[in-house]
């Protein structure tokens, strides 16, 4: 098939992710993730190319009276003979555009700040509640079955104590006769060893260093963010927050409507610039481009969970006369491997760019505080109140007890 004389591309700027310039002898320079992509394809097609940059800085959305901005509309009117950027494969840019294969597929997530442990009971949350249910099924358990040892001759109450007191690491204090058990409490009290040991080691590390963080990690998590004062972003011309808005699970129902409602809108520049993620802000993008800008932070999380999967490919004009050429390289590059190498050598420029700068050290001493162990004066406050309400109920009982055997033993005498 004859090729035509000059390829006419159609480009988006954005800094760091696709950035072409036109040197004087008219040789163009690609710099950016989706620019290498282009410069591969470029440097593939038998034939020459011109590139033609959008003003807008628009990918392509669709204006009311029914045209198209950005590369889409440029492309759509003939002005430019394929585009390529962060362009995702939809239904409706398919009515105006054609689609080459897809050359990737990007995942939409989000990304967030680690959120540090608060509260007063922090030391509760070095084990999961399912670690604190199964400990304190393992003793209600372990207790039952003792208490079936002896046969009811120890109350279940004290039975439960002294199984909890080895967990502390205090020794038993019940019959004898319950070492004839010896394989039974020797595996017991290895667990309780292995339990009391972890629990010290971690609280240790937990008083020592900065306090623990836990990340946003599902759709329901940045809901409940949310409504605590957290701000979701999606990008302004995406169909990210449209997406999330009309979906039938309610979490991304009501993080979408939010993102209309109050316009919250990346300022991808800004981003792009090097700007670190606002502290409270959650960003919902493609994975690959949250791993290109915030990839090597170990203060962020990018969630393993995925809102949806979309192809990502090239737009062409519907008149394009080589659509297979142009796939058949495309699917070379896909085959070849480039995507995870590209993405992982641009991400590490970005950060040796703005966030690689030496970090001042620190000189202050932390000290703990009160309110580092203002949960454990709570709880032991509260225990010693009820075993001072109980003692108060025992010397009440006793004393009501005393006075009826006196009155009875009055009555006896005067009879």
Not at 197 to 208: D, G, I, K, M, P
Not at 281 to 307: A, K, P, Q, V
Request: aromatic content about 16%; hydrophobic content about 45%; overall charge neutral.
């Amino acid at each position: 098939m004859k090729y035509p004389s000059k390829l006419i591309a159609a480009v988006t700027r954005y800094p760091k992710v696709i950035e072409v310039t036109q040197t004087d002898d008219g040789r163009y320079e690609f710099r950016g993730l989706y620019a290498k992509y282009m410069e591969i394809l470029l440097s593939a097609w038998k034939g020459g190319y011109e590139i033609k940059f959008c003003e807008d800085e628009d990918f392509g959305s669709k204006n009311k009276n029914g045209t198209w901005t950005g590369q889409i509309g440029m492309v759509a009117r003939g002005e430019a003979d394929i585009g390529m950027s962060l362009i995702a494969i939809l239904y409706e840019r398919t009515q105006v555009v054609d689609f080459s294969v897809a050359y990737s597929m990007e995942a939409i997530a989000f990304i967030s700040h680690k959120i540090q442990l608060e509260g007063i009971f922090q030391f509760l949350q070095l084990f999961d509640v399912a670690t604190w249910i199964s400990i304190f099924v393992t003793l209600i358990f372990l207790s039952a079955v003792i208490f079936l040892i002896f046969r009811g001759t120890a109350s279940f109450p004290f039975i439960f104590f002294n199984i909890y007191s080895t967990v502390l690491g205090k020794s038993l204090l019940l019959p004898d006769y319950i070492f004839k058990w010896k394989l039974f409490l020797a595996v017991w009290f290895l667990c309780a060893f292995v339990l009391s040991s972890s629990y010290s080691a971690v609280l240790l590390s937990f008083l020592t260093l900065s306090p623990p963080s836990r990340a946003l990690v599902t759709f329901k998590d940045v809901a409940n963010a949310m409504k605590k004062g957290f701000r979701a972003f999606a990008g302004k011309h995406t169909f990210v927050a449209s997406y999330m808005s009309h979906s039938e699970d309610k979490h991304l129902r009501f993080i979408g409507t939010n993102i209309q409602k109050n316009e919250w809108y990346h300022d991808w520049k800004t981003m792009l610039s090097g700007k670190m993620l606002p502290q409270g802000d959650i960003y919902f993008s493609s994975r690959n481009m949250l791993s290109l800008l915030y990839g090597n932070s170990e203060s962020l999380y990018i969630s393993l969970h995925t809102m949806l999967v979309v192809p990502i490919g090239v737009i062409m004009n519907k008149n394009f006369c080589c659509a297979s050429e142009l796939n058949e390289i495309l699917l070379r590059m896909v085959s070849s491997g480039l995507e995870g190498k590209l993405l992982k050598d641009e991400s590490y420029k970005f950060w040796l760019e703005y966030f690689s700068k030496p970090m001042k050290e620190s000189q202050e001493t932390l000290s703990l505080s009160i309110h580092d162990f203002s949960g454990a004066f709570i709880i032991l406050c509260t225990g010693l109140t009820i075993s001072l309400l109980f003692f108060l109920g025992e010397v009440f009982y006793g004393y009501i007890h005393r006075k009826k055997k006196e009155l009875k033993f009055a009555h006896g005498f005067e009879e």
